[in-house]
Structures are given as structure tokens and as C-alpha cells.
């Protein structure tokens, strides 16, 4: 074969061999940019030589909820203070009727110095229980005192005594005043009086005053 023709038929054969390397080089590049396509991210990278960190979740600090307090009920203590044992079961069982307190005042100089006075309360006790009864000595109460009926006018008809069941008494207490007491009797005209252990109130009305020789009342004592 001339030499001409045979260099010609090597030309067209490297001609071919570039074109087929051309070909395969596109198809190659075609493949690439598809699969990037297919698997990359959506989100553009970021620049050269930078770092990605990805984001540190955050955690949320849950303090123990406190501990609940316990409440002690307090405890409640109930004291009786029992009454005297003389007037025990006795104000249940009687029924007292107070009639007038009549007050006479002293009328001599030295019982007007010291303000005495004799006070006459009309009452009426009945037992209303089954058992007799002994009542204590009677006591006013007035000015923050107790005075109790005197004894030197317990006389018929002005002290009560036993009292049998079922039975009814009917006395006119005796008491004697002085000092702020009779004050009381004299200026308020009120105050109370203590038998079987419950009082009663009384209104008291002045009366005539008390005479050397003795009272006008029945079982009365002339004041010093």
C-alpha cells in the first residue's frame, strides 16, 4: 500500500479513536451531574474550609417539684371546772321565785359613816328533785362582792333550810351592807342574788330606815 494511503487510514482511524473519547468523556460528565442530582442536597453547601456543626439541641432543666408540707391538726384539750360541791345537782332540782328586795338604810351616825344598810329579798325555793335538799347560805352579789345572808337573823321565816322533795320554802333573806355595796343597792338599785349555785337579779326599792329599837320586818336586827 502506497505510504500515502496508509497514513491517511491512520489519521481517520485517530479521528475516530478522539471522537469515541469525546463521546465517552460527555456521556461520563451527562452520568455524573445526574446521579448528583439524584442523591445531593437541596441546601447549598456551605463555603470552603468552613466547618458545619450541627445544631446542639437544647435541654430543658425540670426542677423537682417541691415536697408537699404535712399540717398536724393541733389537739384540742376541754377543761370542766366543776362546781362547788356544795351547790352540785342543787340548781337543777329547785325552782326560785325572787319577790321585792326592800333596803333600809342606818340611822344612827355611825352606820351612816360606815353606809350601812340591811337588805330584805323575799323568795320562794321549791325541790323539784327526788332527794332533799341543803342548800348553802345564800349570798348577794353586788360590787364585785359576795356578802352572805347574817347570820344573826337566821331566825324563822328569814332562812330557807332543808327542803324535802316536792316541797316549796318561802323565807325573806337578811343581808347586811356597808361601804361600797350599799352604794350599789342605793345608786344602781340592782344587783343579784346566789342560792343552790345560779343567781337570780333582783331590783331593789328603798324602804324606811332602820331604828334603834329593831326592824319593822319579822326576824330583823336593829344595824349597830
Known amino acids: 500500500m502506497p505510504r500515502r494511503e496508509r497514513a491517511r487510514l491512520l489519521l481517520r482511524g485517530l479521528a475516530k479513536l478522539i471522537a469515541v473519547i469525546v463521546v465517552a468523556g460527555l456521556v461520563g460528565v451527562g452520568l455524573g451531574i445526574g446521579l448528583s442530582e439524584l442523591t445531593g442536597d437541596d441546601e447549598p453547601a456551605g463555603p470552603a474550609g468552613q466547618a458545619t456543626t450541627a445544631p446542639t439541641p437544647s435541654t430543658t432543666s425540670t426542677s423537682a417539684a417541691p415536697a408537699q408540707a404535712t399540717t398536724i391538726a393541733p389537739t384540742t384539750t376541754t377543761t370542766t371546772t366543776p362546781r362547788p360541791a356544795a351547790a352540785q345537782g342543787a340548781g337543777d332540782d329547785i325552782e326560785v321565785t325572787v319577790g321585792a328586795a326592800v333596803l333600809r338604810l342606818a ?76 352604794e350599789q343597792l342605793t345608786t344602781q338599785r340592782k344587783a343579784r342574788v346566789l342560792i343552790g349555785g345560779r343567781s337570780w337579779a333582783i331590783t331593789v326599792t328603798p324602804g324606811p330606815a332602820v331604828s334603834r329599837s329593831g326592824g319593822a320586818q319579822s326576824g330583823t336586827t336593829a344595824a349597830p
Open 107 to 182: 340611822s344612827t351616825p355611825s352606820g351612816k359613816a360606815r353606809n350601812r344598810a340591811r337588805l330584805g329579798v323575799s323568795v320562794t325555793v321549791r325541790n323539784r328533785g327526788s332527794r332533799r335538799l341543803v342548800l348553802p347560805r345564800p349570798s348577794l352579789l353586788a360590787a364585785r362582792q359576795r356578802v352572805p345572808t347574817n347570820p344573826a337573823a337566821d331566825e324563822r321565816g328569814s332562812r330557807l333550810g332543808p327542803i324535802a322533795a316536792g316541797q316549796t320554802r318561802r323565807a325573806t333573806l337578811q343581808f347586811e351592807t356597808a361601804g361600797a355595796v350599799t
